[in-house]
C-alpha cells in the first residue's frame, strides 16, 4: 500500500460512524490511516478539525485503497452507496455495516461477487467507548477479515459475533438498550424532584445510581437477581418499590416493548 493509502475509510458521519472513528482514533488507530467522506464540506472541515483524519465528499475516492471500509448510513441510503463503491474496493477489503435490519446477503447483492461484508449491531455508548457490537460475518469474509472488522470495533466497547438470525433480538436488547436506561433515568429523576429534591442533586443521585449499579452488574459476577436481593432487606423500602412496579407490571411492559422492537427491526429487513 502506498504512503498515502488510508486503511480505513468511514463513508458517512454521523453520530454512529463518528463514535466508531472516534474510539478507533483513541484505542490507538493512527488519523493518517483513516479517511472519512461527508456530504457537507464544513461537516469534514470540522472532523478533520477534531480528529485529524483526512476527509472528502467522494466515496469512490475513499474506499479505493482501504483495507476496512465502514459504512454509517441510513438504510434507504445503503443500496446507492454499495453500488457506488462496490467497483472501486481495493482487493481484499471488508465493507463493515452499522445499518439497521440489513443482512449480509442483502448487503452482498449490491457488491461484486465474493465481496467481504460483516454486519454490525452497535449502540450509541461506542462515543465514549462502553459500546456493545454484535457481529456477523457474510458469506465471503474470511477469518482475518472479520478479525479486522472486530479489532476495529472493539477500539469503542465490546465486541460479540452472533448469528444471523440473532440480530433482531440483539436490536431489542442492546442496539435500543441505552434508551430504555435513559427513560429510567429520567424517570427517577422527576420523580425525585416530585419527592422534593432539586433538580441538579436528583439528576446526580440517579446517574451515579445507574453507573454504579451497570459497574456493579458488569464486574461483580453475580446475576441481577442475586445483586437485587441484596439491595432488598424483608419488609425494607426496596422490596416496597419492587412490589409497586410488579403490581403495575414493569416487568411485562418492558418484555412488550422489547418484541415491539424485535418485530420493527425484522419488517425493516
Same mark, same amino acid.
Given at each position: 500500500m502506498t504512503?498515502?493509502?488510508?486503511?480505513?475509510?468511514?463513508?458517512?458521519?454521523?453520530?454512529?460512524?463518528?463514535?466508531?472513528?472516534?474510539?478507533?482514533?483513541?484505542?490507538?488507530?493512527?488519523?493518517?490511516d483513516v479517511v472519512a467522506t461527508s456530504r457537507r464540506v464544513e461537516r469534514g472541515t470540522q472532523l478533520r478539525e477534531k480528529?485529524?483524519?483526512?476527509?472528502?465528499?467522494?466515496?469512490?475516492?475513499?474506499?479505493?485503497?482501504?483495507?476496512?471500509?465502514v459504512l454509517g448510513v441510513k438504510p434507504y441510503q445503503l443500496d446507492d452507496v454499495l453500488e457506488e463503491i462496490?467497483?472501486?474496493?481495493?482487493?481484499?477489503? #471488508?465493507?463493515?455495516? +452499522? =445499518? @439497521?435490519?440489513r443482512s449480509?446477503?442483502?448487503?452482498?447483492e449490491h457488491l461484486p461477487d465474493g465481496a467481504a461484508v460483516v454486519r454490525v449491531m452497535p449502540n450509541t455508548p461506542a462515543m465514549v467507548g462502553a459500546g456493545m457490537h454484535a457481529v456477523t460475518p457474510g458469506a465471503h469474509c474470511d477469518d482475518d477479515q472479520l478479525a479486522r472488522a472486530k479489532t476495529l470495533l472493539a477500539a469503542s466497547g465490546d465486541v460479540i459475533t452472533v448469528a444471523e438470525k440473532d440480530h433482531d433480538a440483539v436490536t431489542a436488547?442492546?442496539?435500543?438498550?441505552?434508551?430504555y436506561l435513559f427513560y429510567l433515568a429520567d424517570a427517577m429523576i422527576e420523580a425525585g424532584?416530585?419527592?422534593?429534591?432539586?433538580?441538579? #442533586?436528583?439528576?446526580? +443521585? =440517579? @446517574?451515579?445510581t445507574i453507573v454504579g449499579a451497570g459497574t456493579m452488574l458488569a464486574e461483580s459476577g453475580e446475576s441481577p437477581v442475586q445483586l437485587r436481593e441484596k439491595v432488598s432487606s424483608p419488609g425494607g423500602t426496596t422490596i416496597t418499590a419492587l412490589a409497586e412496579l410488579d403490581q403495575r407490571a414493569v416487568r411485562?411492559?418492558?418484555?412488550?416493548a422489547m418484541k415491539a422492537c424485535h418485530d420493527k427491526s425484522a419488517s425493516m429487513g
Open positions: 504512503k498515502s493509502a488510508r486503511r480505513i475509510a468511514f463513508i458517512g458521519t454521523g453520530n454512529m460512524n463518528e463514535a466508531v472513528m472516534a474510539g478507533a482514533l483513541a484505542g490507538g488507530f493512527d488519523a493518517d480528529y485529524g483524519v483526512a476527509t472528502m465528499t467522494s466515496n469512490p475516492d475513499a474506499v479505493a485503497s482501504a483495507e476496512t471500509v462496490g467497483p472501486h474496493l481495493a482487493d481484499g477489503a #471488508v465493507v463493515v455495516s +452499522l =445499518a @439497521v435490519g449480509t446477503i442483502s448487503l452482498e436488547v442492546s442496539g435500543s438498550g441505552p434508551a424532584v416530585l419527592l422534593g429534591l432539586q433538580r441538579d #442533586v436528583a439528576h446526580r +443521585l =440517579a @446517574v451515579q411485562a411492559a418492558m418484555v412488550a
